[in-house]
């Protein structure tokens, strides 16, 4: 006897809604911990250079924010359509400009530097965890502008991770500074 096959359940658009609602829903509580994270870790240094790295993520982070909310309101009040539209109208950000430290700034920041250190290896984490989230929900999402929007703010994050390893690497590698290359301080 022939086993019978099992018919497959195909998604309403009503089930395709509410996958976008909690993934969408899902990115806008990662970037509000986003904001949460570099805000305290805004308040644990001191030097102007990592205040103004950690202005600079947090001004990105508010973006991702204001943009997920917009797709996720759209797609609630009035569907797929506008959401998707909402998410075309996305065009990523800008590159952000590296503000090389000076020698002045680096020997204050070498005296704070394993709470700093720690601060940037926990960023790092999150942007990669950003990343792949974004990626994994994008490959999830039948809607190709709300993909692909997804695509672009997953690449960001991981622009944003390189930004702050350039950064770690320019307070831990003393070497860049006096003419010499990977010279590391001891932690």
Known sequence: MAAKKKKTVKKSSKDDKSDILKYIHLAIEVEKRGIAFYTEAKKTVDDYNMTRLMDVLLEQEHIHLKFFTEIYEAENRRGILDAAKKAGEYHGQKSVKNPLFGMDQLNKIVKQKSTIYHLFNQAIEFEQRGHD???????????????????????????????????????????????????????
């Open 133 to 187: 989230l974004y990626m994994e929900l994008a490959r999830k999402i039948k809607n190709k502008k709300i993909a692909d929007f997804l695509k672009m703010v997953a690449h960001e994050e991981l622009r944003h991770r390189d930004f702050i390893r350039m950064h770690q690497d320019a307070i831990y590698d003393t070497g860049y500074w006096l003419g010499m290359e990977h010279v590391r301080l001891q932690t």
